[in-house]
């Protein structure tokens, strides 16, 4: 008997599945996938409440949902509460913390103790944070200045500064960190290094 006779059933299945996953890869092609913030990203935040109401992804899905509704208060108690769960795994609520309370200027005790918590437990994310300063360098010379000393830190790999408009008009600047991978963090380097180039 014919190797293709005696496994012809076999051959059919894989025929079939080979046809459906080709017509899906083809529809998918033309089509992005849904955003977290988009009607999809919400519906299915909402099936995982209800299937998964006490993990602490599907907290972090609804505070980022309350954010880009525009209630802090609710973002904040979801962060809270996802993090109270010690989630290891979860890299990105580890880094939504840290840059959350760098955003909200928090001491540096507590925005030490979250960067290096992300930190330890995803020692090779390739995610930056955000730094913000009330006014930034006036010179290219000052620019090269801050930059120099901010490579010198050890915890730091890359840094990229950028001028932003504020609405009140002001230019404060960002100053966007890549870390060394396994380093321990301390932000008053950064303090350290932006008052050491540009005194006020």
Known sequence: ???YQKYRILLVIYGLCLLVGGREWWLSRGSEPPGWFSEEGRALTEVLVRATPDEADTELLQGMQSLAAGDVEAYERFLEEALARNPKHNG?????HAQ???DTGEDWVTVNQA???????HPFDVETVNYYIGAGPETDLQLAALEDA????RWIERVWLEPIAAEDGTQPWR???DFTDGAVVDIRDVDRAVGFVLPR
Not at 150 to 153: A, D, F, K, Q, Y
Request: net charge positive; aromatic share 12%.
């Open 92 to 96: 990105m609520l580890l880094r939504f």
């Open 1 to 3: 008997m014919p190797w």
């Open 175 to 177: 100053i966007v960190i």
């Open 100 to 102: 959350h309370l760098i």
């Open 115 to 121: 960067l290096n918590r992300w930190r330890i437990n």
């Open 150 to 153: 901010l490579l010198r830190i």
